[in-house]
């Protein structure tokens, strides 16, 4: 976000769209607020009863009045105990409540959003603001909420007393409390714009280690260990001036009100001091008003650092609310058209056009037209970034095309809702995406409430059952993060068993051969195979196996079909198809 932006106003807007997530727990908002009043009512009584205890007791000798006052003051002091717990209770318990649901609703809608969202921000970044961001939200709604509701009720009521206790002298006191509060408003403004400067680097500097930790087998093997710890002790440093910076503000902040509202007591107490010499105010009545004072200003204290604390929080809740804001670029249509009931589904890309979102000066299709049969197996095959893997991404509607149309089954992709239209693909792709989860859960991931005979089925047509067999806990294996503790075949032949697990009309197969050796290529050869008999599959192939097995070849350029036909018929024709595969299979052209 732009620095322009963050110096926008001061609001505490963001903040106050957490309301509904607090208003979800009535009980426990009301439970907070009837402590915070019992609590306040009780800390308001105690002057009150001291005064009792001076003037009507210990100044009158009168042990039946200090016993009196003394077992009050007891009771008042449980009571303040008591209610000052549970607001601590429930306050802190909503604060973790409604910071989880927050949470839960952000992933909700990132999980909904267009890949165009991805392509822009880094996950990092994203996992910062779910996780940093929500914390200084729940210490906001949590403890200092809470303390600043204290902190005001607690000020606006020792204040009410000062006046009926002695309004001369309180006027005294209140007229300074304007100088201290408008500038205190002002450094807030100026904390929360330093804070979501802070909060912003620090999203840069997890994002940064996100990246470098997933990359770390790399970093290490161009020995760039040095540079990109400079990198990261960089953007932590960035993050540690711009934090220096708020928290000297709020430092500020709280010398400035303490001195003031403490050398505005002591002014007073210098005023009632010759008033009491006089014998014109009673001893009682100075001290009650003086904790009535101490009250008000250590509320006004409080309110000042808990004012700083408030700001971040809210620099914070904008910055996940940004994320909750998010447009989501591809819609599911409202009345959907349903998707014909078979087997395989005929594929149509009709002059179809399309640059990335975020690269509009490079289309990447253009006017780009082909027909796949029901059960038809086409190969894409093309120099790389002609668009193979674009194809793909239109047809599961990751991206909205400029112009053209993109039939399934002969409806309109647009027409037909994202769940039926994305149901019906079952995609492999050429980096297998494993997660660290058991083996079994990984193959689940396929389709929902597959039973383990399913699932074990599914990964014997993968040819992975064995390799599965052979590990400690077999199909409740535990696999590291990324599937880092599986081969590059055994990835692929686990999300071969995903695919056949979908069991969909249509199969996207991104083929990959780099991370394979000759057996798990065979293996991995006859996953594919089988898996194809009665559907449509489009492959980007990369095997020459493949390409003279498909029924079709559509020779992809720049975004268009330049050749089509099958194998032998395309590599008479001598053009861009023969080159690339005399290129690309070498000699194997001539089997
Ligand atoms: N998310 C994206 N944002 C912007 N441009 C992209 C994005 N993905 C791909 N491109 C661009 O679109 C063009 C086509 O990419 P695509 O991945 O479809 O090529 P490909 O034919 O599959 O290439 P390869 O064989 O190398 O995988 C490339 O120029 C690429 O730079």
């Known amino acids: 976000m732009a620095e322009s932006d963050v110096a926008s106003s001061f609001r505490l807007q963001p903040l106050v769209r957490l309301a509904p997530y607090a208003m979800r727990y009535r009980g426990a908002v009301a439970a907070a607020l009837a402590s915070l009043l019992v609590a306040s009512f009780a800390t308001l009584s105690l002057p009150l009863l001291m005064r009792g205890l001076v003037d009507k007791g210990l100044s009158e000798d009168n042990v039946a009045m200090v016993d009196h006052y003394t077992g009050w003051l007891i009771v008042a002091v449980l009571f303040l105990a008591l209610a000052s717990a549970s607001r601590y209770y429930f306050v802190i318990i909503l604060g973790e409540r409604v910071v989880n649901d927050l949470r839960r609703d952000v992933f909700a809608k990132l999980t909904v959003l ?35 509701l204290r902190n005001f009720v607690l000020f606006i009521g020792a204040a009410v007393m000062m006046v009926i206790t002695s309004p001369e002298m309180s006027l005294l006191v209140l007229g300074a409390i304007p100088f201290i509060v408008l500038p205190l408003v002002g450094l807030g403004r100026w904390v929360r714009k330093k804070q979501r400067f802070a909060q912003d680097r620090l999203a840069d500097s997890s994002a940064f280690a996100t990246e470098a930790i997933g990359a770390m087998r790399v970093l290490q093997s161009f020995t ?17 001036g711009a934090a220096r910076h708020s928290v000297r503000a709020r430092a500020l902040l709280t010398a400035f009100a303490m001195f003031f509202i403490f050398a505005s007591i002591v002014g007073v107490l210098w005023y009632a001091a010759q008033d009491v010499t006089a014998g014109t105010l009673s001893a009682g009545a100075l001290s009650q008003f003086v904790i009535y004072s101490t009250m008000a200003a250590a509320g006004l204290g409080g309110l000042s650092e808990v004012w700083g604390e408030i700001s971040q929080a ?41 640059h990335y979102p975020n690269a509009e000066k490079s289309p990447v299709l253009e006017d780009l037209s082909f027909e796949i049969q029901a059960g038809e197996t086409v190969a894409i095959v093309g120099p790389s970034g002609a668009g193979k893997t674009t194809i793909f991404q239109l047809l599961m509607r990751f991206y909205d095309t400029e112009k053209g149309r993109l039939l399934l089954g002969g409806q309109p992709i647009d027409q037909v809702s994202l769940h039926d239209l994305r149901s019906a693909m079952a995609l492999v792709p050429q980096e297998p995406v494993i997660f660290a989860m058991s083996v079994a859960d ?42 880092v503790t599986l081969s590059g075949g055994q ?21 990959a051969t780099s991370a394979l050796d000759a057996e798990s290529e ?27 097995k498909a029924d079709r070849i559509l020779v992809l350029k720049k975004g268009q079909v330049v050749e089509q036909g099958n194998h032998d018929s395309l590599v008479a024709q001598k053009g ?12 194997d052209l001539e089997v």
């Open 114 to 148: 267009s890949p165009e969202f991805f392509d822009r921000v880094r996950s990092g970044e994203i996992v910062s603001r779910l996780t940093a961001d929500a914390t200084q939200i729940k210490s906001a709604v949590g403890a200092s909420a809470s303390l600043a």
């Open 576 to 587: 861009l198809y023969a080159r690339l595969a005399s290129l690309q299979f070498g000699d």
């Open 491 to 511: 990835r692929q032949r686990l999300a071969i068993a995903r695919a056949i697990l979908k069991d969909a009309p249509i199969l996207l197969l991104d083929e």
């Open 522 to 548: 065979t293996l991995v050869q006859a996953a594919l195979d089988d898996m194809m008999v009665g559907r449509t599959t489009i492959v980007i192939a990369h095997r020459l196996a493949t390409v003279k």
């Open 442 to 483: 990984n193959i689940a991931m396929g389709r929902d409430g597959a039973s383990r005979e399913d699932i074990i089925k599914a990964a014997k047509s993968a040819h992975a059952h064995g390799f599965i067999c052979d590990m400690s806990d077999g199909y409740d294996s535990l696999i590291g993060e990324r599937g």
């Open 314 to 354: 809210s620099g914070s809740a904008e910055r996940l609310m940004e994320l909750m804001d998010e447009d989501v670029d591809v819609q599911s249509v409202t009345n959907p058209l349903p998707l014909p009931a078979a087997a395989a589904l005929s594929v149509t890309f009709d002059q179809v056009c399309f």
């Open 224 to 240: 760039q260990e040095k540079r990109v710890n400079g990198f990261f002790g960089e953007s932590i440093e960035q993050a540690f």
